[in-house]
């Protein structure tokens, strides 16, 4: 029986020559039938692809086979089958667009001068010993349906907005306390971090692994709350049957974890939206034109 798999990774690790590991990793994947989305730089590797459970696990195997990626980060959850509709590998100047890429720092190692990794059961530890402050690294909408308890949730569209959020002192009251990043897999606090770290703030953690290694250890009953966003077709995943139901929809008010985009094909604004509007879906900016046309 096929068994579809959807696997998550990124390694920050000095890349000589993007060009031509893309070249591989694109062969590699057509030849096992994944589909998904990479993205290399100077600095590493940063992917979500998916396909059959033995062909995910060839795609890891070979990949790992190359020195700078044997130890990258990776994650399972899964697939529902065709959950990428093609393959997409590219070359671009950040594998996490921040926009900032002459701030980041990378060795064979990592990521350097990033904040503190914390695994899920350390991060508990800290909360019970010190007052601390959940800092959200993900766009905006994403913690509409989910998010830690009391996070901080930057008003950000886009991961490119973190720079002048940080740079416009609103959160300067933090530089003095302990701030958790947390993100969906990890890799945007890997940045996110090292940012606040240059910008003075003093005592920065991020949640290794992120909200998906968090909740496969404590599901929905510890600080994690409500469902996770993904950018894929499955849109949201839950970690128990138990999940909250966060969001409420932009239409009618109705608790709903459903996600779409805005119906206008040239925005990219997600909008949480009950079953009985899904088929509404229209931003702010392009709802009277919408309606116009209707």
């Known amino acids: 029986m096929a068994v579809p798999k959807i696997l998550l990774f990124y390694a920050f690790t000095p890349l ?3 060009e031509a590991i893309r070249l591989w990793q694109r062969d590699l ?13 100077k600095d590493g590797i940063n992917g979500t692809v998916g396909g059959e459970l033995s062909d995910v696990k060839k795609y890891l195997r070979k990949t790992r086979e190359y020195a700078p990626f044997k130890n990258m980060d990776v994650k399972w959850s899964e697939g529902e089958g065709n959950d ?8 671009r100047d950040e594998i996490v ?43 905006a909408f994403e913690a509409e349906i989910g998010r830690f308890e ?21 959160y300067d009251h933090l530089k003095g306390s ?3 990043t947390y993100c969906t897999g990890g890799i945007r606090c890997e940045v996110l971090s090292s940012l606040m770290v240059s910008r003075g703030f003093g005592e920065v953690y991020q ?10 250890k404590y599901g929905d009953s510890g600080l994690w709350k409500g469902s996770l966003y993904v950018f894929d077709d499955r849109k949201s995943i839950d970690f128990t049957a138990d999940a909250a139901v966060l969001g409420h929809c932009y239409a009618c008010g109705t608790a709903t974890k459903r996600m779409e985009n805005c119906a206008e094909p040239s925005c990219r604004e997600q909008l949480v939206v ?5 088929d509404q879906t229209a931003c702010a900016v392009h709802a009277e034109a919408l309606h116009e046309h209707t």
């Open 16 to 18: 000589a020559d993007p």
């Open 84 to 91: 990428f509709p093609r393959l997409s590998v590219r070359v």
């Open 207 to 216: 949640l290794d692994g992120g909200i998906v290694k968090y909740g496969e």
């Open 150 to 170: 009391g996070a901080v949730v930057p008003d950000v569209a886009t991961t490119r907005d973190f720079v002048a959020e940080l740079d416009s002192g609103k």
């Open 178 to 180: 302990p701030v958790v």
């Open 97 to 139: 667009s921040f926009g900032a890429p002459g701030e980041l720092r990378v060795d064979e190692n990592g990521v350097i001068g990033g904040g503190t990794r914390l695994t899920p059961e350390e991060l508990h530890d800290l909360v019970e010993r010190k007052e601390v402050t959940f800092f959200d690294g993900r766009n």
């Open 274 to 278: 009950c079953d009985e509007h899904a």
């Open 29 to 41: 994947c057509e030849s096992l039938g994944i589909t998904g989305r990479i993205l290399l730089s």
